[in-house]
């Protein structure tokens, strides 16, 4: 009888559900919208009924070894979720032990980074590797910390928020309260806050002055950047250096033997990995010099939080 | 046959060696220089020497279970001494297989501040704890990193030197050839150099005023900020701002449940170690507010990095 795992990605817009054999492939999946469901009894009904219908669509023969979920604000050791502030339910919800209430198997449930983390570990360019740090770029940026082989989870389970760390004091203005955290800098909004920026302080022509704040994606700020717009390019080369700079700063904690960077950002290799592999390499402590890789994640295009919810349970 | 552990504190001016119970009784010690073994060969013959009588004098009947070492870069997985400026061998040197020569029980090598960590962990204040991290503030600021239960030593064996994490960037020069790492601030040459800032700086009077730059020493500072010297009030104050906030950077990557400190100027409770927990505490991101205690190191007094060490081969 073959082995498979559920994944499930819980996203403030879409859930998606996965149904992954061991080799990475996902046999069945399926995305539904999450605000559908504001009662979370309902919620966890439909996503039971969803891996039932998706294992019989997969294959015949195939056994649920367990259930595996990354989720904003994901506790895992009390497989909670805890006030995620994009999600209909407001309150911690008790979602591991709802979803036992229809499955005898296991149910893991952690943050969307850390299941990303335990994608690119099991399936991805960090097989192998007992020390890396993989950041995903998305609207803000995430994190997840592997030493000894191990995610680190923290006292509280909360380790791994390396976006609320602080690369320029008093800087920005963050959605946690406080000012100059590095997803401020480095993430989706951060390159477009960065690109206004530039704007406001340089005198270089760009199509961007013509498009207001809230219509500009970090997708037309690449499609800019490979027309060869000067504010696009600075704004790629100020992310990266920053990014770089707190890339050197984390090698002094850890020494891991590669970064791997996840996300829609870093789909351009050339604009941000390789500019932020030279920023690092010019700002860490001699002894790690040469020694850390910058990747693209190996899983970049798939759905690596379904993967990586999905190994989980490994 | 009671077992006993041989613990090792390589130092630039002193070797310490002390024979080790599993109650962290040092049964047998001795010191001797280390710059006088300019051949390394004649160093490793010298401490072995040393170990087998220490043992005997230690009591009868005892049995080596092992040797740890803590020095200047020590590396664990080597075996080795790298390139440690003050040492008298230059080279990388084979530690751990030269005194294999000598005794057929296991020899463990780390650096100074790890030993430390690891003497916390089995007999000081974090006893039982899984995340917890260790600052030691001497000359320098070391630091050790446990995670998951595990000490941090990262690919290369080199992860935890937070001390050349970047606390102000383009700071004070460091030795290690960058600028603004958290030990220019946050040790005791540290505090020394925002003493002669604030000599420069503010109009306060000060006895410290008529003292020079090469006289003055971190214990002085504290002495006179016992006697109410505004300049060294502002020194420790400063000292204490920088290093929370630090840590509280540090907090999100590991989300520790304790960090210790330990070090002469870590005995200056109410000058250091509470006003390091207030300034962690105010740039905290909220998830992990209340969470984390600033301690002084349950070992102070003692010689930690022989603990530590002989602790190693546990």
């Not at 850390?114 to 609207?139: P, S």
């Not at 203005?173 to 806050?193: D, P």
Request: glycine residues 12%; neutral net charge.
């Amino acid at each position: 009888m073959q082995q498979v795992s559920a994944g499930i990605d819980i996203g403030g817009t879409n859930t998606a559900i996965g149904i992954v054999d061991d080799n990475a492939n996902i046999l069945a999946e399926i995305s539904f919208p999450t605000s559908g469901y504001p009662v979370f009894e309902e919620y966890v009904s439909n996503i039971s009924n969803t891996i039932k219908d998706l294992l019989s669509k997969a294959g015949s023969g195939l056994e649920l070894r367990g259930i595996g979920v990354g989720a904003p604000n994901g506790n895992y050791y009390e497989g909670t979720i805890e006030k995620a502030p994009n999600l209909p339910w407001k309150d911690t919800v008790y979602l591991a032990r709802e979803i036992q209430k229809y499955f005898s198997c296991k149910v893991v449930v952690t943050n969307d980074a850390k299941a990303a983390t335990i994608g690119e570990m099991v399936y991805g360019g960090a097989k192998g590797m007992k020390n890396f740090v993989m950041i995903t770029l998305g609207t803000g940026l995430g994190s997840g910390i592997v030493a000894n082989g191990q995610l680190i989870y923290g006292a509280d389970g909360f380790a791994g928020e390396y976006g609320h760390s602080i690369a320029i004091e008093n800087g920005r203005q963050c959605g946690c309260g406080r000012r100059g955290c590095l997803e401020t800098y480095c993430s989706a909004s951060g390159i477009k806050r960065t690109v206004y920026e530039l704007l406001a302080s340089e005198r270089d022509e760009s199509k961007m002055r013509s498009i207001p704040f809230e219509t500009l994606t970090s997708k037309d700020i690449y499609d800019f950047a490979k027309q060869g717009d000067k504010i696009a390019l600075k704004a790629f080369d100020f992310t990266a250096e920053i990014l770089g700079k707190k890339l050197a700063d984390l090698a002094t904690i850890l020494s891991p033997e590669a970064v791997f960077l996840f996300g829609g950002l870093a789909l351009a290799k050339d604009l941000i990995v390789e500019p932020t592999q030279k920023y690092m390499e010019q700002n860490l402590l001699p002894v790690y010099r040469g020694k850390i890789k910058v990747l693209p994640s190996a899983l970049l295009g798939t759905n690596i939080a379904v993967l990586g919810a999905a190994a989980l349970v490994h």
